[in-house]
């Protein structure tokens, strides 16, 4: 079993930046690959970025290519989440998730978190 905290969201200018950070319960943590998703208003969960148990493979949605950089901290059982450069669209409540594989599906995923909101203003 494994319990997600995210945090770090809140407002911010476009252009601007913002971490979010997930912690995780359990001594397993490390046996799971994490991913980042968002979901905007009235618009599906989208995929935004995976990284595998030990950090070595990454994979990235199209929304997250050369903007946002996600990194893990096993021993702190925690997921980060670095956005860069955001935009307006990039605005959505942010969740992360547990899995035993790095993929951009969410049905592939076991374990959620409760989600971050993050605001980009003009």
């Known amino acids: 079993q494994v319990q997600l905290v995210e945090s770090g969201g809140g407002l911010v200018q476009a252009g601007g930046s913002l971490r979010l950070s997930c912690a995780a319960s359990g001594r397993t943590f490390s046996s799971y690959a994490m991913g980042w998703f968002r979901q905007a208003p009235g618009k599906e969960r989208e995929f935004v970025v995976a990284?595998?148990?030990?950090?070595?493979?990454?994979s990235y949605g199209d929304s997250a290519k050369g903007r946002f950089t996600i990194s893990r901290d096993n021993a702190k059982n925690t997921v980060y989440l670095q956005m860069n450069s955001l935009k307006l669209e990039d605005t959505a409540v942010y969740y992360c998730?547990?899995?035993?594989?790095?993929?951009?599906?969410?049905?592939?995923?076991?374990?959620w978190g409760q989600g971050t909101q993050v605001t980009v203003s003009s």
């Open positions: 990284i595998s148990w030990s950090g070595g493979v990454r």
């Open positions: 998730a547990a899995s035993s594989r790095v993929t951009g599906t969410a049905g592939h995923y076991d374990y």
